[in-house]
Each structure stands twice: as structure tokens, then as C-alpha cells.
């Protein structure tokens, strides 16, 4: 909260109101826009596979979740036999308020550039569109999403059972597999913004289209995160954490009830949490043309517009992919995602230092590419070693 105008003349009780209102506010929209999702991904994957999909709890099946979500409260909780009584309970609630603590951070509104500094004003204070703005914001989301597979995992091992633990151990695997290459992608953000700080981040951008740093940035970075977000989110086509064709159900096997249900709402909560993380970091966050003046309503339209457009790819890669074996995953993963974005960093770095110090590009450029063509061998002669490895164990079995 350290970043916030609202803060800066000390804090007295309308400061105090005002804060409680945005958390109040942010918590409404999240669990309102769950609801959401969950009906237009039903609905939008019956329209791709010529279904009717939900039609009738409500106009067009809006009420459809609601009645699920109702069902919910009232079927039976139950707790296996050889569970862990503490960790079993706990793990649910840690899925679900990481990815509300995630969007905490997120700058939802707001007027940049131009001379705003992206300050609204309520009650007669300047205040930021967002719940906080630390100066370490961009950490937070990183350990956020970290923490956030401590859910899964514990759910998996406390449940005494075996596809939940197998589905735990996966999680685990893929979650490392793809947290550097989502961290690296980060990285390349937070270089050109100068600026942990995701209020920092969204005004670096302000300006125009060019200044986006999807495209400041040469779209590799955005490809990466997009695809490792995907992953970090069990989404297919990675979602083998759950692979009900192999585990049941995965890590949630065992849960019931309002636990499940707890589940099922961090997984969609999730979705929307980090649509809103990749709008900030590489398309503007709520940046966009104001009409008519309007200088409070239209930057929130133009984000709620952006993250909608994210929404609609992920259930659209739901929709289209099929879900990848597990050596496919870590192939992607470790062999492609993340020597590309590590190289990619590099060039970026070296180009922020070249503009920051003057160097002459010749030799700036010159010595990177030496250092991309050892490398590029080093990985090559790893990867076929490793290789070779592998199917000597496959002849062998």
C-alpha cells in the first residue's frame, strides 16, 4: 500500500473506509467475474462444438453457476479415512486466496499519460484503482503464484490416496518446469519498465500502442508467458494434474462439497487473475482512447475489454488443444521455453545497457552473439547427451 497517493498525509478513518471499500469492491468483482467465466466457457466451448450448453437456470443459463454453486453448499462434506484432518481442510482456502492476492496488485482503471498519473478521486482523495500498489509487486505475483501450488500439492498428499498424490507429484514437476520461464518473461517487463511496481509498470506503457511492451519487447516474451501461464494454471492443453482419463480427478479426487467447490472457484478465480497480470504487464493495462471525456469510466471499460479478449483464448485453447503427454510437457518446458527466454533476456539486457551507457553496438552485439553460439552448443551437445541417455535405458528395459 506504500505506492498509494491515499497514504501519503498519514491515514485517518475515511482512508481506512476508502481501503476497506476497494478490498470489499475487488473480492465482489472477483467472485462475480468467476461466475461469469464459468458460464461463458460452457457456454462459448458448446458454441465451438455446435451444443446448446446452458439454457436453462436463468436468461441464456446465467444462473446456471448460482444453482451449481447452491448444490454445492448442500451435498455432503466428506473427509477419507486416512487423511490428514488439518492439511485436508487447510488446502482449499491457500488455492483460492493466493489467486485473490494476486489480483490485488493488478491497476484496474485509471488515466495514464498525458500528465494523469493514473489517480482517481473518491470522497475528495487521490487514490489508485487497485487494492495495493507495493513497490515490490511484481515479486508479489511471482510468489503468489508459487505459493499457490502449495494448494494442490497439500491437497493431493493429504488426502491419504494414491491418483490424488500422483496428481500432487505432477503439479509439483510442472510448476517448477514452467515457473522460470514465466519468472524470465517477468524479467524482460521489469528491465524496460525500470519498476517492481505494477502502478509503475502500467504508466511506462502510457502513450500509445508502440509503447506496449508486447511489442517493445519483440512478442517472444508475451508467447512465453502466455504459454507458461497456461501451464502454471493446469489449463489444457497441460492440464495433467487432474486428467480424468488417468487419475479420476487428480489432486481433488477426495473433495466434496463446499471444499471442491473452493477448488473449482481458485482454478476459474485463477484464470481471470492472471489474464489481468498479462494486460498489465504487456498490453497497457486499462490504457486505451478516452471519449467524451470520460476520464474515470473508459480506462476500466478498455481492461475489462482486454481481459475478456484473454479469457476468450483460454477457453478457445480448452476448446481446440489436446492435452499433451508428459513427455511433451517437459519438452516444451525445459527444452524450448527456457533457453529461448533466457536468450532473449540477454539481448534485452544488452540493449538497455548499450542505450544506458552508450557501447558500441558492433561490439555490444558482436560479443552477445558469440556468447548465443557457445551456448546454443553447450545446449545442443546437453540435450543430445541426455537423449542418447534415454533411449540407452529404453533398449536396456
Known sequence: MTGDPLFIDGVDLVDIGIMAAKVLVAFTFLLVATMFMVWF????????????????????????????????????????????????????????????????????????????SGTVTIFGRETYLQVADPPIGILLLLAMSSIAVYGVMLAGWASGSKYPLIGSVRASAQAISYEAALGMATVVVVILAGTLSTHGIVAAQAGGITRWFVLSSGVVPFIVFLIAATAELNRPPFDLVEAEQELVGGFHTEYSSIRFALFFLAEFMNVITMSAIMVTLFFGGPAGPILFGMTWFWPTVWFLLKVLAFLFVFVWFRATLPRLRYDQLMHLGWKLLIPLILFWLMFISLKELRAANDWNWIATYGAAFIALAIGTALLLAGLRAGDRAFQDELEEA
Open 41 to 116: 466457457e460452457r457456454k462459448l466451448i458448446s458454441d465451438m462444438q455446435n451444443r446448446i450448453g446452458p439454457n436453462v437456470a436463468g436468461p441464456w443459463g446465467l444462473l446456471q453457476t448460482f444453482a451449481d454453486g447452491v448444490k454445492f453448499f448442500f451435498k455432503e462434506d466428506l473427509r477419507p479415512e486416512n487423511a490428514d484432518p488439518l492439511v485436508f481442510r487447510l488446502a482449499p482456502y491457500i488455492a483460492a486466496v493466493t489467486a485473490f492476492l494476486s489480483f490485488a496488485v493488478v491497476p484496474i482503471g485509471g488515466s495514464f499519460g498525458s500528465g494523469s
